[in-house]
């Protein structure tokens, strides 16, 4: 076992029962299961600083008490996060509607400017979130701009693709209003949500305050959470225009996903782009 990891283990007074077990997942940092004397933990390694990112996150999404299960972080230090292992389950028949209705009571918690007081990082890229008071400036500038450049420059985008999310961005102010921000997952794709005795558990977050829908964006990217989370979530309150909002607020993993895994993702921004346009102003 890596020394370091059992320097951080020993200051916690949690003495190691056997060796490490890989699990699942970990595409931004390797991921590891360890029994100890006073019961599992979950250790990630990643010799980048985005795990500071992901503790600070964890911890903020605990402190909002939304009602949804968020492991504890147990101790963060160099390449090394110890949390709390949650206990799995099958996903059971409420699930959906409880999640609505945590990430609903999430949402509730907003502050006047968009943004986070660190950067951190969406899977493997850095996420800067630099504060402004105006929503659709830091969707603009801190999401959709730099990653559309980003994959410009890789050749991911041509110039005609990469000049109208730039058009769709200068011109948010026409339609999206600007709203308080609100406390957000920021990576909350199916896979980072858990079902657990307790309830619906979120895990990996990329923390950050912006439009609500960004995380149902995120969630009904590669599937749909399903009715009962909606009839929760919205409780009436549907905006008019969520399928606009849907779009553009995929637009950001969309790159995000051509940037880290190459072409196959640009008909999906090509698709999510065009959805886009075919509203009127």
């Keep these: 076992m890596d020394a370091s990891l059992e320097e951080l283990l020993a200051s916690l007074g949690l003495t190691p029962r056997g060796e490490l077990q890989a699990m699942a ?12 004397d006073q019961g599992a933990v979950v250790a990630k390694r990643d010799d980048s600083q985005r795990l500071a990112g992901e503790a600070d996150g964890l911890a ?51 502050a006047a400017e968009h943004g986070w007081p660190r950067d951190n990082a969406c899977g493997l890229t850095p996420q800067p979130n630099a504060p402004l008071a105006d929503g659709r400036a830091f969707q603009r500038q801190r999401r959709l701009l730099p990653l559309a450049a980003a994959c410009h420059e890789r050749g991911l985008l041509d110039d005609g693709l990469r000049q109208r999310i730039e058009t769709l961005a200068e011109g948010l102010e026409r339609w999206l209003p600007d709203v308080p921000a609100s406390l957000l997952h920021g990576d909350l794709w199916s ?91």
């Design 25 to 36: 997942g970990g595409d931004s940092a390797t991921v590891y299961r360890l029994a100890t």
């Design 191 to 281: 896979g980072n949500v858990l079902s657990t005795p307790r309830g619906p558990a979120l895990i990996d977050p990329a923390v950050n305050r912006h439009y609500p829908e960004v995380d149902l964006a995120m969630l009904t990217l590669f599937g749909s959470p399903g009715e009962a989370f909606f009839e929760a979530y919205w409780n009436g309150d549907a905006p008019a225009d969520w399928p606009r909002r849907e779009a553009l607020f995929q637009l950001y993993p969309l790159l995000n996903h051509l940037l880290l895994f190459g072409g196959g993702y640009r008909d999906g921004v090509e698709r999510a782009v065009a959805q886009v346009e075919t509203y009127q102003d």
């Design 60 to 110: 903020a999404l605990r402190a909002a008490n939304s009602g949804l299960v968020v492991p504890e972080v147990l101790a963060q230090a160099g390449q090394w996060l110890v949390m709390e292992a949650l206990k799995p389950s099958s996903r059971g028949a409420g699930d959906a509607f409880a999640l609505g209705q945590g990430l609903r009571a999430l949402h509730a918690h907003s």
